[in-house]
């Protein structure tokens, strides 16, 4: 595997990187990168706090009448036994 | 917290096997939304993608004794939905291109190219300018709703696949291994999706910061 060698490479792996999906050398790869550059640390801190703040976006509700409709649809495979 | 994650499997198997509608309703409030959601991306209008959620639940009570574990349980849903929802589709005679859900953006930097010393530099490729530190933005805006109302938007805003890739890991919680099985995707587009989606967020909370930083 072609190892990254630039911060324009490094900052292409950090979602990777974060989510332990990298291979093992070139996570060391990235990580010997990012102990020695102030811009790709700052990069990955970005990447850190985009994942914890998209966690807090709590959107999903589910809609009234479907919700009613799925019950219809359990109560309906219950009576047919 | 998702209470139909792995660990809690084997429960709720057993009460929907027995037949506990708390169970099923449980499943059902976690998981419509996002079934909805990715019904929609196969099918033609929001009617259509209801009544394809509406028959891979009833898909899920009918094969539940049959369901051998072999992944967890919300994967398991989500290919009974996509299956029914790619059926449904095809039946319309729409084909849906793997561009038109992911975005035609894949291979694109995800930072700006201007970022970055050019090839003409002996440093080509480092940092022209170092990305903002987040850390010297107010607390107050790192809170505010206006910025999770701009999360929001952004999500909405993405390629459908990439949006939802993003909400199933970082919203909800799955595992990128749960993700791939459940939408049907290649690890490296499941990967690629993720990195893509997540980076569209990150650049539109920078400019969010840079903005409120200057005022």
């Given amino acids: 595997m072609r190892r990254p060698t630039t911060c324009r490479e490094v900052v292409e792996l950090l ?27 700052t990069a990955l801190a970005q990447l850190r706090e985009t994942i914890a703040r998209t966690g807090t976006v709590n959107e999903d509700a589910i809609d009234a009448d479907q919700r009613a409709s799925l019950l219809a649809v359990f109560r309906a495979h219950i009576a047919s036994g | ?13 057993a009460r929907l096997r027995a037949g506990d509608a708390d169970a099923y309703m449980n499943l059902v409030d976690r ?35 049959r369901f051998e574990g072999r992944s967890s349980l919300r994967t398991w849903i989500f290919r009974i939905l996509v299956n029914i929802a790619k059926k449904r589709g095809a039946r319309e005679g729409r084909s849906v291109a793997f561009a ?40 107050d805006r790192v809170e505010s709703r206006e910025l999770l109302a701009l999360i929001r938007a952004t999500l909405d805003a993405l390629p459908p696949m990439q949006a939802e890739v993003l909400r199933l890991r970082d919203v909800a919680g799955w595992s990128s291994e749960e993700i791939r099985n459940a939408l049907d995707l ?21 400019g969010y910061y840079r903005t409120v930083s200057e005022a």
């Fill in chain 1, 15 to 41: 979602s990777d990187y974060l989510d332990g999906a990298l291979p093992p050398s070139e996570a060391a790869h990235v990580r010997g990168h990012l102990e020695g550059c102030t811009g790709c640390e």
């Fill in chain 2, 1 to 13: 917290v998702e209470p139909s994650g792995p660990s809690d499997d084997l429960e709720l198997i």
């Fill in chain 2, 31 to 65: 998981l419509t939304p996002a079934m909805r959601r990715v019904a929609r991306m196969y099918v033609r209008t929001d009617a259509v993608a209801d009544e394809v959620v509406q028959d891979a639940w009833v898909g899920v009570l009918e094969g539940i004794d």
């Fill in chain 2, 100 to 139: 038109s859900l992911a975005g035609d953006d894949l291979d694109r930097p995800s930072w700006d190219p201007s970022s970055f010393l050019g090839p003409e530099d002996a440093w080509a490729g480092h940092w022209s300018s170092l990305p903002f530190d987040w850390r010297g933005v107010p607390e």
């Fill in chain 2, 186 to 206: 290649t690890d490296t587009n499941e990967r690629v999706l993720l990195h893509r989606a997540r980076n569209r967020v990150r650049a539109a909370i920078d």
